[in-house]
């Protein structure tokens, strides 16, 4: 070879290695995770932490979701009865409202409000033992940090996301018929009837369903962030700015991905 | 008080949990798990024509009233024919009767109502295409019972007639139309239309119209003329002036009409005219009367005339009367 082509290669290399190296980063962080599953099986996690953070992520999040799911209903009702009263068709807001809230905008809403709520909370907590040297600390006493910080975060909302889900749904529906019942002049019967005639336990068992990768999805972006935070002030508010967009970000492809996905059976 | 934190904590997320898990199995019971408990029949059906828009899941309608879902579509490969499945839930047939006996009720209740004609049929639910069944009288009472297909039905299955969608008379009455409209000879037609087009081109060069057309331009133009004359002539003071005019001899003609009226009632005609009537049956009386006289009168004067002639021929009769007349071969 050259030695002017070898040059340019390497040029073009050292250009390139960081850009792979920062693609490389993720997976090798979820292989570490995927390493410890089988350590976390037989010793189990720290029962204190996962209460800690199903409740941070579960109980303190519930009012700040039950809100924005049903203003988001409201919203969806108001939009929806300008359209379909030209039709004369205003009793469809509940159908319409049902079914996006349900299949779309109920999970898809939890997830962004988690996001912002704890993917950034878990961000910031690691960047900030990572700048304390919290983190070398525990691997010094040979605790593996991964297992011990990201376990009992990914277990707790796990469990609080799909929860949460299920209230946000009820609530999205809830700001639905409000609007209805006051604005549209519709019996609460109707609205309930036509919304059970709306959706049925697939579509709802689904759209609970997506709250699993984007539970996953939410945590992980959030503690990678943490980890990979710079060791100083400005470093760890970038690491959850970070943690924030990129959780998004994966919540919205992940979003498309599940709903091509659902295509294919017909949902 | 660490403790006492770690309680109110524990409580909460027993709350937050609990309460999603409840709401959860609440909402699948009342997305359909409800739907096991319900009593319900099935009822069979089968469709030579095309089930487009009909899915599992649609609705089932009694005369208008929804009462349960297609449970089934399947395809009979030996005639070929729809097999329909049908969940009829029995709690939309209120018979008064105890929990145990609604079913055979229904039962009862179904073959009298297809003795009666009911039959069900394919029905659309809007504009989307999506279809519903009907169960409806479209058949008149006491028509004979179209037989299932042998071995399509079990002994204790319930089973409806079907007739022909009113789609399918649309289709078959487009079809007639088509038919009828491709026969028009559409040829003939256009060299009809293309040979009157060309007459009437030939018509509108022809150089008399054009005369006859300048002509009624010309009418149009002194038509114009003239009705500004009359418009300048009869302007509007005049216009007023002649109305008033108008309004004051007419007024005299008035009075002279209620003048009139005045002098005829005055000229007391209904009884001169009576008196009329009697003068003229007076005179025709007396000229009939002068008829008679002039009649007899010259009946008089015959009589003087005949005395005269035989006086003048025979005077002595006036003496010795009028002789016998003479008679033949005496």
């Not at chain 2, 409209?181 to 018509?203: A, H, K, M, N, W």
Request: glycine residues 8%.
């Amino acid at each position: 070879m050259k030695p002017k082509t070898e040059q340019q290669l390497r040029a073009i290399s050292r250009h390139f290695r960081p850009l792979l190296q920062d693609g490389t980063r993720p997976v090798e962080f979820i292989g570490r995770i995927a390493a410890e599953v089988p350590d976390l099986l037989r010793h189990g996690m720290r029962g204190r932490d996962f209460r800690y953070y199903l409740d941070l992520c579960g109980v303190q999040a519930l009012p700040i979701v039950l809100l924005i799911c049903l203003l988001m209903g409201m919203v969806m009702a108001i939009n929806g009865q300008i359209q379909l009263s030209k039709f004369g068709q205003e009793l469809l807001v509940a159908d319409a409202v049902g079914l996006v809230v349900v299949k779309e905008l109920g999970p898809l809403m939890v997830a962004l409000v988690m996001t912002g709520w704890a993917g950034s909370a878990f961000a910031a907590e690691i960047g900030t033992m990572k700048l304390d040297e919290q983190i070398c600390a525990l691997e010094t006493m040979g605790i593996r940090p991964e297992s011990f910080l990201v376990f009992p975060k990914l277990s707790a909302m796990l469990l609080s996301m799909p929860l949460l889900t299920i209230f946000g749904n009820v609530a999205g529906i809830l700001g639905g018929m409000l609007v209805g019942i006051t604005i549209m002049k519709i019996t609460p019967v109707a609205y309930w009837t036509r919304t059970l005639e709306a959706i049925n336990i697939t579509t709802f068992v689904l759209g609970v369903l997506k709250s699993f990768p984007f539970a996953i999805l939410v945590t992980f972006a959030g503690c990678f962030c943490g980890f990979n935070a710079a060791n100083n002030s400005q470093g760890v508010g970038r690491g959850a700015t970070k943690a924030v967009v990129s959780s998004i970000f994966l919540i919205v492809v992940a979003d498309v991905i599940i709903t091509v996905l659902y295509s294919f059976i017909g949902y | 008080m660490t403790q006492h934190h770690d309680s109110n904590q524990k409580i909460k997320l027993g709350i937050f949990v609990v309460g999603g898990l409840v709401l959860f199995v609440a909402i699948l019971f009342f997305l359909g798990m409800s739907d096991i408990f319900t009593n319900k029949e099935t009822v069979r059906t089968f469709f030579s024509e095309s089930v487009q828009g009909l899915t599992v899941g649609s609705a089932v309608k009694y005369r208008g009233v929804p009462i349960g879902n297609v449970s089934k579509i399947s395809i009979r490969v030996t005639d070929k024919l729809v097999q329909i499945d049908m969940a009829v839930e029995l709690k939309h047939f209120v018979s008064g009767s105890e929990q145990g006996q609604q079913r055979s009720d229904f039962k009862r209740f179904f073959q009298s109502e297809l003795e009666q004609g009911m039959r069900c049929r394919l029905e659309y639910t809007g504009v989307t295409g999506m279809r519903y069944i009907d169960f409806d009288y479209f058949a008149t009472p006491g028509q004979t019972l179209t037989e299932p297909p042998d071995g399509a039905l079990d002994p204790d299955e319930l089973y409806i007639p079907a007739v022909p969608s009113p789609f399918r008379d649309i289709l078959k009455a487009i079809g007639t139309s088509l038919d009828r409209i491709s026969r028009i000879r559409f040829e003939e037609i256009s060299d009809g239309l293309e040979r009157s087009l060309t007459e009437l081109s030939g018509l509108l060069a022809d150089p008399a119209l054009k005369s006859t057309i300048d002509r009624i331009n010309e009418a149009a133009e002194n038509l114009e003329i003239g009705s500004r004359t009359v418009s300048r002539v009869f302007g509007e003071e005049r216009m007023n002036r002649l109305m008033s005019l108008l309004e004051d001899d007419l007024e005299k003609v008035n009075k002279l009409t209620e003048h009139l009226i005045t002098e005829t009632q005055n000229a007391k005609l209904p009884e001169s005219t009576s008196a009329f009537r009697a003068a003229s049956n007076a005179i025709t009386i007396g000229q009939d009367e002068l008829a008679n006289t002039l009649t007899k009168l010259n009946q008089t004067l015959d009589a003087l005339t005949e005395l005269a002639d035989s006086l003048s021929a025979d005077p002595s009769s006036v003496i010795s009367g009028k002789k016998k007349p003479q008679i033949k071969g005496e």
